[in-house]
């Protein structure tokens, strides 16, 4: 359980931790694996999500992706991809979360994964809330805990001192 305090100073920027969907690079599933893959180099991001119909969130590519499908043991060619879609190398079972997502989840999602995609029910994206915007939020509340609170040991700690201390 996160305490009140810690809670409130986390999420006192919450509204910028979402980047909203018309800000993220994204590909379409049926898009050639190629197009995938210039849309992966130009962004410059490892990984994106993958939209299908009605903007409706299925999956994410990474560069990996591609890239494994380029390569044998000797040799990395294009000509793998020719014939494939972004839907061939997908991963399609990456966790998500919805608009009134909860602390708790977010951080703990976020060990594993650099973004997290915002979903409605519907599965409409809505944008992606990253580690770098959480790491923020985390940064500014060791800062500013004990400069906005007071902050004591709980009662046992304190006796614990105490006894090391005599």
């Known amino acids: 359980m996160i305490g009140p305090i810690v809670r409130e100073l986390l999420l ?4 910028t931790f979402l980047v909203p969907a018309e ?3 994204n590909v379409m599933y049926q898009h050639p694996l190629s197009h995938g893959l210039l849309v992966l180099s130009k962004v410059g991001y490892t990984k994106i999500p993958v939209l299908g119909k009605d903007d409706r969130f299925v999956g994410l590519v990474s560069l990996s992706n591609v890239v494994n499908k380029m390569m ?4 990395i060619s294009m000509e793998p991809l020719e014939g494939l879609t972004v839907a061939d190398v997908m991963e399609t079972d990456v966790p998500t979360i919805d608009e009134h997502w909860d602390l708790e989840e977010v951080l ?9 995609p915002v979903v409605t029910e519907d599965k409409v994206f809505k944008g992606i809330i990253t ?3 959480l ?7 060791v800062h500013e805990l004990e400069r906005q609170n007071i902050v004591s040991p709980k009662i046992d700690e304190l006796r614990e001192r105490i006894d090391i201390v005599s």
Request: proline content about 0%; aromatic content about 6%.
């Open 12 to 15: 006192q920027n919450q509204e």
């Open 23 to 25: 800000n993220v690079a």
């Open 72 to 75: 044998d043991l000797q040799t």
């Open 108 to 116: 703990h999602l976020l060990v594993d994964a650099s973004f997290l």
């Open 131 to 133: 580690r770098k915007e």
């Open 135 to 141: 790491l923020k939020a985390v940064n500014y509340m």
